[in-house]
Structures are given as structure tokens and as C-alpha cells.
Nanobody, 116 residues
Framework: QVQVMESGGGLVQPGGSLRLSCTTT????????MGWFRQAPGKQRELVAS???????NYADSVKGRFDISRDNGKNTVFLQMNGLKPGDTAVYYC??????????WGRGTLVTVSS
């Protein structure tokens, strides 16, 4: 059974850092990109960052220069290093696995709260 699991969320003060990890279990074939989305209360889910199998990265404008996404293709794992966190980054962060064939896979999310 394939599972996608996020970890690393928590409470952090403005200006602080967190590192999110997304691991997968089970056999997942044809992975194209892996990425992170987030959803704040009362808002739609939005793309934060993504990375293709060949390492091409894409970031939302709001996180450029502060967040860095990386990936271990061999382990189907993706990370999100978040620096300079702001209260506006508060959200549930979801890991996404985009497959060439088949539906996307999603984790259950990890909560990031930025507050003093």
C-alpha cells in the first residue's frame, strides 16, 4: 500500500526556520514531480514549491529566496527547508507526488504555525 507522510511541522517564531520532510512507502512508479502545497484557514490550497525528477525547481513568488526544496530520487523523498518564516506562512503543508500515469498522491499534511 502506497503512503505519503509529512513530518517536521510545528510552532516557530517569526524569522525562524523549519525543515519539512516527505517520505513515501510502497512502490511508486512513474514519478514526475514532487512538491509541497499549503492551505491556510479560509483559503484555497496553493503550490509552495515543486521539483521534477531532473531537479528543476519551481517556487511560489511569496517564498522565493526563503524556501528551498530538495529531493532524493532514490528514496522518493522530498524536503522543504523554510527560512525567514512569516506569520503568513502559517498553514497546513501537504506533500504531493505527481505521477506521469495515475492520480496524484497526497499526504495528510503537517501544521506549520508561525507566531510569537
Amino acid at each position: 500500500q502506497v503512503q505519503v507522510m509529512e513530518s517536521g511541522g510545528g510552532l516557530v517564531q517569526p524569522g525562524g526556520s523549519l525543515r519539512l520532510s516527505c517520505t513515501t512507502t510502497g512502490s511508486i512508479a512513474n514519478i514526475n514531480a514532487m512538491g509541497w502545497f499549503r492551505q491556510a484557514p479560509g483559503k484555497q490550497r496553493e503550490l509552495v514549491a515543486s521539483i521534477t525528477r531532473t531537479g528543476i525547481k519551481n517556487y511560489a513568488d511569496s517564498v522565493k529566496g526563503r524556501f528551498d526544496i530538495s529531493r532524493d530520487n532514490g528514496k522518493n523523498t522530498v524536503f522543504l527547508q523554510m527560512n525567514g518564516l512569516k506569520p503568513g506562512d502559517t498553514a497546513v503543508y501537504y506533500c504531493n507526488v505527481d505521477r506521469i500515469f495515475g492520480d496524484d498522491l497526497w499526504g495528510r499534511g503537517t501544521l506549520v504555525t508561525v507566531s510569537s
